[in-house]
C-alpha cells in the first residue's frame, strides 16, 4: 500500500513503524473473513482493511472525527486478523499508533473519559482493584444483573503460597497480574501446584515493589506511558530473580503473555530498560508452554488415565492469534483423559477482550452469546478457557463450571494416586 505520512509523522518511530505496516497491506480483504465485528455489523469499516484505510488517513493528515475514532473503538484487538494476513500485517501495532494519534485530535468526553479513566486507575492496581472487587463479592447477590456478571462468587482456596511446599530443583517465575489474584486465586494456586509435581517451582516476586499488573489495561486504554510503569516496575522486581537464573516468566492469564513478550517492544525507546525488556519478553512462558514442554513426566503421572467427561476448550484470542501457542492445551487435557467436544468458530473472539465488555456492551454480548453456543454445542459436561477475563464473560452465560485448564488438570492430579489419573 503506498503511504506518504504526514509531516507530523514522518520521521518518528511511530511513523515509520506504521509506514512499514502499511506497505505490507495489499487490500486483499482475507482479514475480514474472520473478523468478529465485520461477521457481527457488515461494515467495511467496522473489519481490518477499513480501519487500515482510516488510520492510513490520517497518518497522511485527514482531519479524524468521533466517527474514526468509534471504528477503531469497536475493534476487539483479537489478531484474529494478524493469523490470517498472508502478508504478514501487523495490524494490532498499527491500531495502537492509530487510535493514540485519533484520540489525540478528537479527545473523549463526558461519561465515556470518566469511565475509561476510572478502568485506566483501578483495575491495574492489585491492592485498589481487589479492595472494590472484595466489596462487590460481599454484597454480589443485591448487585443488578449487568454487575453481578461481572463480580466472580467470593473465594479464598488456591491462593499461592510464597513458598514451595519442599525443595524443588527447578525456579521459575509465575505473574500474579492485577485482576486475577481477587476474582480468581484457585488459578496460580493450581499452576503452582501442577508444576511441583513437575519438579518446578513456582514462586511470585510479590510485596513492596513487587511485580503487578502487566500493563495491558492501560495500553489498550491509549495511556502507553502508564503502561511503560507497568513494565518497568515488574523487569525491576524480577531482574534480580533472572540474574539468579530462574527458567520462565511464566503466566497463567495468556493476554497478560502477550503483553509481557512484548516488553521489548514497548520499551524500545528507553535504553535503561531496553536490553532487560527484551530478556524478559524472552523468558515468558504461558502456563501451557511450561506443561507441554514437561511432557515425558508429565505422561508419568498421567499414565492410563480414567476418562474424565466431555469438555470443550475454548482458547482465548490472546493464546492462539498473540501467543501463537495452538494445539498445546488440547493436547494435555486429552492425556489427562478428557473428551475434548468441537467447538465452530474457534478463531472468533468471545467478547471479553480485556476491558471491551465493559465499552462495548453490546457487540460483547452478542460475541459471548454466539461462543457460548459453539461451546456448548457438543454437550460438554465443563468448559475450560486459558484466560481469566474469558473465564469472567463466559461463565455470565453459562450454567455448565468454567475454570482455566490447568484447574482442570490440577484436579485431576490432586485426585489420582500416584502415576495414575
Not at 509531516?7 to 502499511?22: K, P, S, V
Not at 500485517?89 to 495502537?96: E, I, K, P, T, W
Request: net charge positive; with cysteine.
Amino acid at each position: 500500500m503506498e503511504t506518504h505520512l504526514a509531516d507530523f509523522m514522518r520521521g518518528t518511530t511511530a511513523g515509520q513503524e506504521a509506514e512499514e505496516i502499511l506497505r505490507k497491506c495489499v487490500h486483499c480483504g482475507f482479514c475480514t473473513a474472520t473478523c468478529p465485528t465485520y461477521q457481527l455489523l457488515g461494515d467495511e469499516l467496522d473489519g481490518p482493511r477499513g480501519r487500515i484505510y482510516l488510520i492510513k488517513q490520517v497518518l497522511e493528515g485527514a482531519t479524524p472525527t468521533e466517527k474514526t475514532r468509534l471504528h477503531l473503538d469497536r475493534c476487539l484487538t483479537c489478531r484474529s486478523c494478524e493469523s490470517t494476513c498472508p502478508s504478514g500485517v501487523h495490524y494490532s501495532r498499527l491500531l495502537d499508533i492509530g487510535r493514540a494519534v485519533v484520540e489525540a485530535r478528537v479527545p473523549r468526553r463526558g461519561a465515556d473519559a470518566l469511565l475509561r479513566t476510572a478502568l485506566r486507575e483501578v483495575l491495574p492496581r492489585p491492592a485498589l482493584f481487589g479492595t472494590a472487587m472484595k466489596l462487590g463479592q460481599l454484597v454480589r447477590p443485591l448487585l443488578p444483573r449487568a454487575l453481578k456478571a461481572k463480580v466472580p462468587p467470593l473465594t479464598s482456596a488456591g491462593t499461592l503460597p510464597a513458598e514451595a511446599p519442599a525443595a524443588l530443583p527447578r525456579k521459575m517465575l509465575a505473574l500474579a497480574g492485577c485482576a486475577q489474584p481477587s476474582m480468581y486465586p484457585n488459578i496460580n494456586g493450581a499452576a503452582k501446584r501442577v508444576l511441583a509435581k513437575l519438579g518446578i517451582d513456582l514462586f511470585e516476586a510479590n510485596g513492596k515493589g513487587g511485580a503487578g499488573c502487566c500493563g495491558a489495561v492501560r495500553l489498550h486504554l491509549n495511556d502507553a506511558t502508564g503502561a511503560e510503569e507497568n513494565a518497568r516496575r515488574n523487569i525491576d522486581a524480577w531482574w534480580p530473580h533472572v540474574e539468579a537464573g530462574v527458567e520462565a516468566i511464566v503466566t497463567t492469564a495468556s493476554a497478560c503473555g502477550v503483553q509481557v513478550k512484548d516488553y521489548g517492544h514497548l520499551l524500545q525507546d528507553d535504553p535503561a530498560y531496553e536490553m532487560k525488556a527484551v530478556r524478559i519478553a524472552a523468558l515468558a512462558r504461558d502456563v501451557s508452554e511450561v506443561v507441554a514442554a514437561e511432557q515425558t513426566a508429565l505422561l508419568k503421572l498421567l499414565r492410563n488415565p480414567v476418562p474424565a467427561g466431555r469438555l470443550a476448550f475454548h482458547s482465548p484470542c490472546t493464546l492462539q492469534h498473540g501467543l501463537k501457542v495452538r494445539g498445546g492445551v488440547e493436547s494435555i487435557l486429552t492425556a489427562a483423559g478428557f473428551e475434548l467436544t468441537p467447538v465452530a468458530d474457534a478463531h472468533l473472539c468471545c467478547g471479553s477482550a480485556g476491558t471491551y465488555s465493559i465499552l462495548q456492551p453490546e457487540i460483547s454480548v452478542k460475541l459471548r452469546d454466539n461462543k457460548v453456543a459453539a461451546l456448548t454445542a457438543g454437550a460438554p459436561a465443563g468448559i475450560a478457557s486459558a484466560n481469566v477475563g474469558c473465564i469472567l464473560h463466559l461463565q455470565a452465560a453459562t450454567e455448565l463450571p468454567l475454570k482455566h485448564w490447568i484447574e482442570w488438570l490440577d484436579e485431576r492430579l490432586q485426585a489420582a494416586p500416584e502415576g495414575r489419573a
